[in-house]
């Protein structure tokens, strides 16, 4: 099992390339299947999730060459199964991509369901309306979600919520389907519109991406394409906080500076100082500026990112004063609360609703990531925190995060990977031998 140990209390400071976004090319990767000719991707994030989803498209029969600095080609002519089982799928939330990527290419598709998750409930019946609307009959059986359509025929799809993956979905399932498809309350996210421009790069007829309400004239062939994938505006967003969470002055290159208004809006009210450019923007705290509260309330794009909300609460813990964040996205987003309270931070949560109580410091101790988000909050903390701070299941953070480590160390910070050998781990746990034991 890896790790991060972190020294605390270095002021972050110089350039960071923000790497391509993990929520668009978990999309992007299976929706290369719609293509009935070999597609090049570019700007592929080095990710667990894009290795599950590489692992499924080679599983399914489609051939997956690297060809280095982050590009992959893709050929999707052989693809032969149409089957991602629980194996797979389990490892990979977003493996739910491959439904509507494998209905709209092959009328047919069978995917492992999707559990619960750490942030809560995950229904996907928006993602079933979606598909019954453009005329697929499902089956839920075994855990197995079969979808089979004599015929898809563009519909009018209303959602009953916001949401990513159905919006998603429902434009890869929508985009061969006869005639027109319509689909209102449409989710806004930059990975929405970076989906649309990738299938439109193949010959799809997608308009109105990045509003709410979203048409598409079915196409009857997509061709290849070569494409680069967004910059990732949550990997972004995570850079600027640890900037200013240690007090630093950091410049993020490959950044849509747009994606990010909501956090830079933030940010300055907080006292932090952004500056944008074309494609970078430079973050910094003035020497001995205070930082303040702020309130946050997390909604769909172009609000502020619930895959915000740990990082920017953990910077809260920093400022002078009560802030309140209200998440309203997820039931269960605050489960590194407790994490951070290891580390001094004095935070109440009652529901949605969590207080928190600027404290102006952190003390560094040895916590665990529960997910993603929450492990890149626990990241920022130990940077901040004084002394030592080893945040264990590192593998959440590496689901979402490229070279995390690797990148905090060129901008200054203290931080290393430890992997402990596996025999020795399972040795101390069955002897529950404290691991700074001495030997006698
Ligand atoms: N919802 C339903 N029914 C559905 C689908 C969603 O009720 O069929 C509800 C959810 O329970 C939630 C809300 O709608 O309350 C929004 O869910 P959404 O479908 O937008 O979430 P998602 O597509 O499953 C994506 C991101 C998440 C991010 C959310 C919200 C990917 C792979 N995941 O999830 O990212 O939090 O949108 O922006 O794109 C992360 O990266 O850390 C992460 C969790």
Not at 87 to 109: C, D, I, P, Q, T
Not at 332 to 353: H, W
Request: charged fraction near 25%; aromatic fraction near 6%; include cysteine.
């Amino acid at each position: 099992m890896d790790k991060f140990v972190i020294k605390g209390g270095r002021r972050l400071s110089g350039e960071v390339t923000i790497s391509g976004a993990k929520n668009a090319v978990v999309a992007i990767l299976p929706a290369v299947i719609l293509s009935d000719e070999p597609c090049i991707i570019e700007n592929v994030p080095d990710i667990s999730d894009v290795r599950i989803g590489l692992k499924i498209l080679r599983e399914i029969g489609a051939e997956v060459t690297n060809m280095g600095n982050y590009t992959y080609k893709i050929d999707p002519t052989k693809i032969c199964r149409f089957c991602v089982p629980y194996e797979s799928a389990k490892k990979m939330r977003a493996s739910y991509y491959f439904l509507g990527a494998l209905l709209g290419k092959y009328n047919r598709a069978r995917v492992s369901m999707p559990g619960g998750c750490p942030l809560g409930a995950r229904p996907i019946d928006q993602h079933l309306k979606a598909f019954s609307l453009l005329g697929a009959d499902y089956n839920l059986s075994q855990g197995m979600i079969d979808l089979k359509a004599e015929q898809l025929t563009g519909n009018q799809i209303f959602f009953d919520v916001v949401t990513v993956g159905a919006t998603m979905n429902a434009m890869l399932a929508g985009v061969k389907a006869k005639g027109l498809t319509v689909i209102e309350n449409a989710a806004k996210e930059p990975h929405i519109v970076d989906l649309a421009n990738f299938l439109n790069s193949m010959g799809a007829n997608i308009m109105g991406a990045g509003t709410d309400v979203i048409k598409i004239r079915g196409v009857e062939h997509l061709h290849g394409t070569d494409y680069s994938v967004v910059p990732d505006q949550i990997e972004a967003g995570t850079f600027m906080i640890a900037a200013a969470a240690t007090k630093g002055d950091v410049t993020l290159k490959n950044v849509i500076p747009k994606h990010l208004e909501s956090i830079t809006k933030k940010l300055e009210k907080i006292g932090v100082n952004v500056e944008e450019f074309d494609d970078s923007v430079r973050v910094w705290v003035e020497q001995g500026a205070p930082l303040v509260k702020v309130n946050v309330k997390t909604s769909p794009h172009p609000g502020f990112p619930t895959d915000m909300q740990p990082q920017i609460a953990t910077l809260l813990t920093l400022a002078d004063g009560t802030s309140i964040i209200t998440e309203s996205i997820w039931d269960k987003r605050f489960g590194y609360v407790d994490e951070l309270r290891r580390m001094g931070a004095d935070i109440t949560v009652n529901g949605s609703v969590a207080l928190i109580e600027g404290t102006g410091k952190l003390n560094g101790a040895p916590v665990k990531a529960c997910d993603l988000r929450a492990g890149a909050a626990l990241i920022i903390a130990g940077l901040a925190a004084n002394g030592v701070t080893e945040i264990e299941d590192i593998f959440h953070i590496e689901r979402g995060y490229d070279s995390m480590e690797v990148k905090l160390r060129q901008i200054g910070a203290d931080i290393e990977k430890v992997s402990e050998p596996e025999e020795l781990q399972t040795a101390l746990e069955r002897n529950n031998i404290p691991e700074n034991a001495e030997a006698v």
